[in-house]
């Protein structure tokens, strides 16, 4: 669901998350804030990331009161940041550094119009599905948690091949011999999913997609499935990893199941621009 809000939302405390493999010189960050501030509006910014597991915030850190968060960097920085400050309900403004820029919304040359913009209230918030994994031993005690805004996949970390038994809503679906599978939401579908034969899907749908990775059979395709639903794989030896959105990789052994279901948490992307997905999806494509 896309909520529109114009001139009725005041925003002027904001949390700043810079990637400094991006911005090495900080000098859009320093742009974003010296703006803000000759506007009267409160900065903090986190201490630059990412650290080692792919953190570049925690929500402890973010300041009571702060009505938005800004990301300086590429995707990644927003989706590091949309799982990091997830509880906060916060809305997330991205300035892109990167190169695919699918969910940052402001290019460099157009920062000080964009905040303009958000300052003003001209702005639409996009509420994006998440995805909630959990892991359970053989005895069905729960190991870890996470959430990922993107895809959660379970990899043979080994680069063989695994089998995978699939369950969807508790009923048997089918088993799997490839070297991977990824659930992804439809903000996903864009990233890995995509890249191993996954469909695009407009990301404001509510829906999972669970896509194997090199599958060793002839006709393997993606799954569609209701953003309702539960799916659950087991992993038949100790060679498995599960990974959140490309980090916190947690080792799997033989007979531990991994289940997926939509998260209580949604991402809230703030939008400037009146581009609609399918003119980002063909200039990306076309680039």
């Not at 590091?80 to 190169?99: C, E, H, K, M, V």
């Not at 157009?110 to 994994?133: H, Q, T």
């Not at 005895?139 to 870890?144: D, L, M, P, S, Y």
């Not at 999972?208 to 659950?232: G, K, Q, Y």
């Amino acid at each position: 669901m896309t909520v529109i809000r114009k001139r009725c939302f005041d925003m002027n405390k904001f949390f700043i998350i810079t990637n400094i493999k991006r911005d090495r010189d900080l000098s859009v960050t320093g742009r974003t804030v010296d703006f803000l501030k000759a506007r009267g509006c409160s900065i903090y910014a986190a201490e630059a990331g990412p650290s080692e597991d792919g953190h570049y915030t925690c929500k402890d850190e973010v300041p009571g009161g702060t009505d938005c968060v800004i990301t300086i960097g590429g995707d990644g920085t927003l989706i590091a940041a949309a799982r990091d400050t997830a509880d906060l309900d916060l809305p997330i403004l991205g300035i892109n550094q990167g190169t695919l820029g699918y969910l940052t919304d402001v290019e460099v040359d157009k920062i000080e119009e964009a905040l303009d913009k958000v300052l003003l209230g001209d702005y639409s918030i996009e509420e994006r599905m998440m995805l909630c994994g959990m892991i359970f031993d053989q005895k069905g005690e729960q190991r870890t948690e996470s959430r990922a805004l993107n895809d959660i996949v379970v990899r043979n970390r080994m680069l063989t091949v695994s089998d995978y038994e699939l369950f969807v809503n508790s009923r048997y679906l089918s088993s799997f011999k490839a070297d991977g599978m990824i659930v992804c939401t439809p903000t996903g579908s864009t990233a890995y999913s995509m890249s191993a034969g996954g469909p695009i899907i407009e990301p404001m749908a509510r829906m999972m997609v669970i896509t194997p990775i090199c599958p060793h059979t002839l006709n393997t395709r993606s799954i569609v499935i209701s953003a309702d639903s539960r799916v659950e794989m087991t992993v038949s030896d100790d060679n498995s990893s599960v990974i959140f959105d490309g980090h916190f990789p947690c080792a799997l052994k033989a007979g531990d199941r991994v289940s997926i279901r939509p998260s209580s948490h949604v991402t809230r992307i703030v939008k400037t621009a009146q581009d609609s997905f399918l003119n980002v999806l063909s200039r990306k494509i076309n680039s």
